[in-house]
């Protein structure tokens, strides 16, 4: 097993010259009794946010409250409102910590259908909270606007309603069916090149309001067609855990600034590689994350949405919480051989920090859930 040549993390944040952001799990709280699962666990919140310091000190952003904190797979919004308001008065302590929250509309029932005016009034709700705690909004895609509207122009009016709106700028946040089966068709249209076109539009409309978007198709190319057609205010960053070595490089046709939830569990790595490019080792950089790459593919693989459970299994064995459990029971939604592989490719890819620790949680692990013992 490989040692880590930096087992804790720098206390100097490094400098990059991308726009990185890390989408940050959560750790549950196992001493407390509540619902495994349900939407509304009880959260380590000392772990939690400790969790985040730890990516500040490695030079991140983090990207609160998103898919990596298992919005609508694990934490309702009472729960991620919370966590919100927590991790931003966090942030203020901490200097140079920056952060952007997800808003969306998961507190709309999902057993009934919504007009457009509930879902801006939901997106609405969201923004508020995180923006009267002092963060700033990422606008996540709605499985309530996806079910409700009937073509683009449904789109148009809701992004419209919405981001006109807001006090800050907003990341747009384009999730594909691969992590959520309920966001097919989003933007109006299951063509790739159509919905594009309608995002584009809702981009140069509204450029003085947008940041950027996050694209998660896990396509490169579709990225990359995308990232050429944006104003050149607007940011794009990429979200393809398949691809984001390259996309993040970059090519003769630009490059990625990144909103990642493969950054959490790899977050050594990538800091290190992160100031290699910054520092004009391209080289560098691309030895230190291709490895994270093949790390990435098993653990974002089909059903992508369940990628969360690896990312919270790598915390546990790197020491970053006590146990291996999460909201809404996700800890159970791979298989023993996917968490060996992971285990594997993870050691190959440098990113088990404590690596005595690991082995023997991953021996224990073993030993309770397969019934393998050494």
């Known amino acids: 097993m490989q040692q880590q040549e930096d087992q804790l ?7 990059f010259n991308r726009i990185a952001y890390a989408a940050a799990h959560v750790v549950v709280d196992v001493a407390h009794s509540y619902e495994p699962w349900g939407d509304a666990p009880r959260v380590d919140w000392d772990a939690t946010l400790e969790f985040r310091s730890y990516l500040y ?35 203020r302590s901490i200097p140079g910590a920056d952060l952007a929250c997800g808003a969306g509309t998961d507190h709309l ?28 909004p990422i606008m996540m895609a709605s499985r309530a606007l996806c079910a409700a509207a009937r073509s683009a122009d449904d789109y148009k009016q809701v992004y419209d309603a919405v981001i006109s709106a807001s006090r800050n700028k907003v990341v747009l946040h384009w999730l594909g069916d691969a992590f959520d089966a309920s966001l097919s068709g989003y933007w109006g249209s299951r063509d790739v090149p159509t919905a594009m076109a309608t995002v584009l539009d809702i981009i140069r409309l509204h450029q ?14 579709y990225e990359r067609q995308l990232r050429s057609q944006l104003p050149a205010s607007v940011v794009m960053f990429t979200g393809d855990d398949y691809n984001y070595g390259e996309l993040i490089a970059g090519d003769s046709t630009g490059h990625s600034h990144a909103l990642l939830g493969i950054f959490d569990p790899i977050a050594p790595v990538a800091s290190r590689a992160l100031a ?30 369940y990628y969360k ?66």
């Open 9 to 15: 993390p720098p206390s100097t944040a490094p400098t």
């Open 57 to 91: 000190r490695l030079g991140f952003k983090v990207a609160e409250a998103m898919d990596t904190a298992q919005r609508g797979m694990g934490i309702g919004w009472p729960t991620a409102a919370e966590l919100i308001r927590r991790s931003i008065a966090h942030a």
């Open 109 to 136: 029932d999902g057993a009934r259908g919504h007009t457009l005016a509930d879902i801006v009034a939901g997106y609405q709700e969201q923004f508020a909270v995180i923006e009267s705690a002092g963060g700033r």
């Open 208 to 221: 003085d309001k947008i940041e950027g978007i996050k694209i998660s198709l896990l396509n490169a190319q």
């Open 276 to 305: 290699k490019l910054a520092a004009g080792d391209t080289n560098a950089y691309r030895q230190l994350i291709d490895p994270t790459v093949a790390l990435s593919r098993e653990l974002f693989r089909a059903p992508t949405q």
């Open 309 to 374: 459970a690896g990312v919270v299994f790598l915390a546990w064995l790197n020491g970053h919480q006590d146990h291996f459990s999460m909201a809404g029971g996700m800890e159970s939604a791979r298989s023993v051989q996917h968490f060996a592989e992971v285990f594997r490719k993870a050691d190959a890819a440098g990113v088990l920090i404590r690596p005595e620790l690991a082995a023997e949680r991953m021996a224990r692990f073993l030993s309770v859930r397969a019934g393998v013992s050494q």
